[in-house]
């Protein structure tokens, strides 16, 4: 029964680790060791997974291990990000100041993508209950609606007949029509987990009509967040560009900031860099590299990255208004169509029977 339990919870979510974070920096704060920490934080986790991975990190802490160099060890749970800021907070001896900072930072990456879930949820929605309805006519109104021609000698309008062609072939072909989707869904998925699915997918979101407005200012955000997090924490420029480009999981914006991590390595500016790999600003927008030189002009970072983050989560709020804003004329436009078609088809053949029997 307990493998089972914890076969349910193979993912550790972003609220139980910025909470972890935030009451590891509390308990530090008031004294208390890591060791007694993570010993009593395990009984505010409600996942067995995260909690048995607790477990672990405590005992290589009690062995002799910094807290960073236990959580290299499960990687599975905490990302080289995470730990390069730890590893920052331990050198300098501010580890309760970094755990506080990556517990906010991921209070707001968090927030952020559940806005952009909840805002999508709508259009889903809409789109499911147009799907099924075109599906419920489909296999019950049309079969009973077509038994009035059935009788009749006349050759019907070909908007009839393609009608009834497509009712008839849902009807008989269901199960194989469910066998192309799931098929269609695991071929989907196996090719998004390689390498190059993954960059083509990536390439085609960032092509989609309003919807790549939505996603590259959420890539904008989170890059501003993590960058400004890493610098500030004493991770090296080059290290904190490699670590963001990972973070962001998006094969695109990882090798282009990859190519500007190796052009700073040569002692080149982060901007003029940025402006060289993408010279069309189709990535990184103007403004946000106006940003950015003034961080390395004043070295105000957390100044300049809180800005940049504010802004383009407020730039998500507007992409998300805009994409929910198209997506009801859209499902009407679709559903517009085939009531068109209905229409034409039933009326269509309606009239020709009247006419034949006159």
Excluded: C
Aim: net charge neutral; hydrophobic share 50%.
């Amino acid at each position: 029964m307990k493998n089972i339990n914890l076969s349910m919870f193979q993912k550790v979510s972003l609220v139980d680790k910025f909470n972890f974070y935030e009451y590891l920096s509390v308990m530090l704060d008031g004294g208390v060791t890591i060791s007694e920490t993570l010993d009593s934080v395990q009984t505010k986790i409600r996942n067995p997974f995260f909690k048995e991975k607790i477990t672990q990190l405590q005992t290589y802490v009690s062995s002799g291990d910094s807290f960073s160099k236990s959580m290299k060890k499960i990687p599975q749970i905490f990302s080289p990000g995470e730990v390069s800021i730890i590893e920052s907070g331990e050198t300098t001896w501010k580890l309760s100041i970094s755990l506080a900072n990556l517990s906010e930072n991921l209070r707001k990456s968090y927030d952020l993508r559940s806005k952009i879930k909840g805002a999508l949820t709508y259009p889903a929605i809409i789109f499911l209950f147009l799907v099924l309805a075109i599906v419920i006519v489909l296999i019950y109104v049309i079969p009973a609606v077509s038994q009035l021609f059935e009788t009749s000698e006349v050759t019907l309008p070909l908007a009839t007949r393609a009608l009834i062609a497509t009712s008839n072939f849902v009807i008989f072909n269901w199960a194989l029509i469910l066998l192309f989707l799931a098929t269609s869904i695991v071929l989907f998925y196996g090719y998004k987990n390689t390498e190059k699915g993954r960059a083509n997918l990536d390439y085609f979101i960032l092509g989609l009509p309003l919807i790549w407005k939505v996603y590259k200012n959420f890539l904008l955000a989170s890059l501003s967040t993590n960058l400004g997090s890493l610098v500030a924490s004493g991770v090296p420029v080059v290290k904190a560009l490699s670590l963001s480009a990972k973070s962001l999981d998006n094969m695109v914006y990882e090798a282009h900031l990859l190519e500007v991590m190796q052009k700073v390595s040569a002692w080149q500016k982060i901007v003029d860099s940025m402006q060289e790999v993408d010279e069309e600003h189709k990535l990184f927008p103007l403004d946000f590299l106006q940003m950015l030189s003034v961080w390395e002009k004043t070295a105000s970072l957390d100044t300049v990255t809180k800005k940049l983050t504010d802004q383009y989560t407020r730039e998500v709020n507007y992409s998300l208004w805009s994409l929910t804003k198209w997506i009801e004329p859209i499902a009407i436009l679709i559903a517009g169509v085939f009531v068109l078609w209905f229409a034409f088809a039933i009326f269509g053949a309606i009239l020709k029977v009247t006419q034949t029997v006159s």
